[in-house]
């Protein structure tokens, strides 16, 4: 009964967030047969919650509307990049990130430029806001994916490509990026959606940074392939960066795969720092550079947990990860090497499957 009503309220909710549609309220006009099949997609391919949720809910977004997106471009590029935002709300109630808070959202703003700016210049960037679970309700030794919690966001994302499909990619090839929370809800979209050829077909790569994707994922998701060189398709890149030794990662699993960013390998074989393009740091919820650093530092992939390992050559604050956990890093450490190969992976899967 409660599970009945928690989803009554739930609807309510996403009902009352938006109100009548207005000049300062936009809605994204769609066909009501396609509206309804994006509905009927969504229904039947998001994973159940498997408890009840006793914690109030916020409202919903509504991704035919313009407030439900941090970012809706006009599209002007041949590729596009659904990107989903890590991990920035802390609070324990709501358990559920409000998507209406102005300064949450200003938060994601920021991280639009801190992180999915490596992925902007080459690919017109879409991406949703969403009721990401707060670090309040996670437990770092469960499956984040049967959290009830998380499982709130992971829809709204899951609805939020259903309709991105349907009425804003027109048919594009597009890459899937994250990091954090984001990579995860990503991760559970290619689990329970990417057995579709026809999405196979469509994704040039997804960047899922910052969270593990396990050999036994690669078993299980047979249509989940781990990138193995720079140039590489439809195939998966990840990494989860920390100091050598450091212990207690909450994103690091067993089984972790990886790749490192400075030679595109999946060896052991330690990468220069001369390879290192520049990190670039950034202030993330504010999108200012704060400095950038050429040939910044080298790196490894430790073969025994699947750790990227490097020694950054100054003190860093790490945030409430374990020592040594770099975490936070993930993007700014390997920044312009990032982006450069977001546009090779774009050049090679144009190569192979025309223009």
């Not at 439809?234 to 450091?246: E, F, L």
Request: aromatic share 12%; proline share 8%.
């Amino acid at each position: 009964m409660r599970l009945i009503w928690t989803g009554i309220l739930s609807l309510l909710l996403c009902l009352a967030a938006f109100g009548p549609v207005s000049a300062a309220n936009p809605v994204v006009s769609v066909p009501a047969t396609a509206a309804a099949k994006a509905a009927t997609t969504a229904a039947t391919t998001r994973a159940p919650a498997p408890q009840a949720i006793v914690d109030c809910l916020p409202g919903c977004p509504d991704y035919s509307q313009m407030v439900a997106w941090a970012s809706l471009p006009a599209p002007n590029k041949p590729v596009d990049v659904f990107y989903v935002y890590p991990t920035i709300y802390p609070d324990k109630s709501p358990l559920n990130m409000d998507v209406f808070n102005q300064a949450l959202r200003a938060d994601v703003q920021g991280l639009l430029k801190a992180q999915a700016g490596v992925y902007s210049g080459s690919a017109n960037l879409f991406a949703p806001y969403y009721r990401q679970v707060s670090f309040a309700a996670l437990d770092p030794n469960a499956d984040m994916t049967l959290n009830s919690y998380f499982r709130i966001g992971a829809d709204d994302v899951h609805r939020a490509f259903d309709f991105y499909l349907n009425f804003l990619n027109q048919g594009r090839p597009f890459i899937l990026a994250g990091h954090s929370q984001g990579s995860v809800v990503l991760l559970d979209l290619m689990r329970s959606r990417f057995k579709d050829p026809a999405l196979q077909k469509q994704l040039v790569a997804a960047y899922l940074i910052g969270y593990s994707v396990t050999r036994d994922d690669l078993r299980k998701y047979p249509w989940i392939k781990p990138a193995k060189g720079a140039d590489d398709t439809g195939v998966v890149v990840s990494w989860n960066t920390q100091m050598p030794g450091a212990t207690g990662s909450p994103v690091l699993r067993p089984g972790a795969i990886a790749i490192n960013p400075l030679n595109w390998r999946t060896d052991d074989a330690m990468a220069d720092r001369n390879l290192n393009l520049g990190a670039v740091f950034y202030d993330d919820f504010k999108g200012k550079v704060l400095r950038e650093v050429p040939q910044y530092a080298g790196a490894r992939i430790n073969l025994e947990n699947g750790a990227l390992e490097t020694v950054p050559p100054d003190k860093l604050e790490i945030g409430h990860f374990p020592q040594g956990v770099l975490h936070k890093f993930d993007y700014a450490f390997w920044y312009r090497n990032l982006q450069r190969n977001v546009q090779t992976r774009i050049d090679a899967y144009f190569k192979r499957n025309g223009s």
